[in-house]
């Protein structure tokens, strides 16, 4: 059975913490994903990464950097948290292209 | 790149009437169209899929309509219950090139009982 798993589920913080969310999966997709989601807006492209130490942005990048040494984690930084990062964060693998993506649970995330 | 829009953003129903979403999308390279279902709470899963060599899928209360020429393509749900309250994403992708899946902004459905 596939597993997506993130790091926590609710997070607390505050503004110019630097701030880690991680993603696990134990399905050695190549492809791994970070969207946030903010109602009205549905799902927004963050970074996105398709192999080991490669990295993409997506379509809002700014504000966020990504890590992935190693194939089954993909971590999301928030360098400097801000209030308008206040957000739903979900991880996805993909298995190839033209697949189904599969969702990590989401963290939300709260900079006060 | 991709650009996917998806109608209405908010539908409530009674329970027992059919709900359509409607999603429209604009590179015509596009060929894989999943439907997720979020309920509160919880994260995506997907629902039903079609791909752009059939132009209907079927699994039990839902279907899924896709047209190529026009670049839509919709989620009909029949029989509504109070369980498949919940929001809805499609979704467009490819099978090369810029490969990344692009979402709708997603319908939230309610079913009242």
């Known amino acids: 059975d596939v597993k997506v798993t993130q790091s926590s589920r609710y997070l607390v913080k505050r503004t110019g913490e630097k701030v880690f969310l991680e993603c696990v999966q134990d399905m050695d997709h190549e492809n791994m994903f970070w969207y946030r989601q903010d109602p009205g807006l549905g799902l927004r492209l963050i970074y996105f990464?398709?192999?080991?130490?490669?990295?993409e942005k997506g379509d809002i990048p700014e504000g966020y950097s990504v890590s992935r040494e190693k194939k089954e984690r993909f971590s999301l930084i928030l360098e400097s948290a801000s209030t308008n990062q206040t957000s739903m964060y979900l991880c996805?693998?993909?298995?190839?292209?033209?697949?189904?993506?599969?969702f990590g649970p989401g963290t939300r995330l709260l900079v006060l | 790149g991709e650009n996917v829009e998806q109608h209405p953003s908010t539908l409530s129903v009674q329970e027992g009437d059919s709900a359509v979403i409607k999603c429209t999308y604009s590179d015509s390279a596009s060929n894989y169209f999943p439907w997720y279902k979020q309920e509160l709470g919880k994260r995506p899963q997907l629902i039903i899929d079609?791909?752009?060599?059939?132009g209907e899928k079927k699994d039990q209360r839902i279907a899924v309509t896709l047209n190529k020429t026009a670049k839509h393509f919709s989620l009909h749900i029949t029989e509504t219950q109070p369980e498949d309250s919940a929001v809805y994403f499609c979704?467009?992708?490819?099978?090369?090139?810029?490969?990344?899946?692009?979402f709708g902004r997603g319908t939230s459905l309610i079913v009242h009982p």
């Open positions: 079609i791909r752009s060599n059939v």
């Open positions: 979704a467009a992708s490819t099978s090369g090139g810029s490969y990344i899946p692009t």
């Open positions: 996805t693998t993909l298995p190839g292209v033209g697949e189904t993506q599969y």
């Open positions: 990464s398709y192999d080991v130490k490669m990295k």
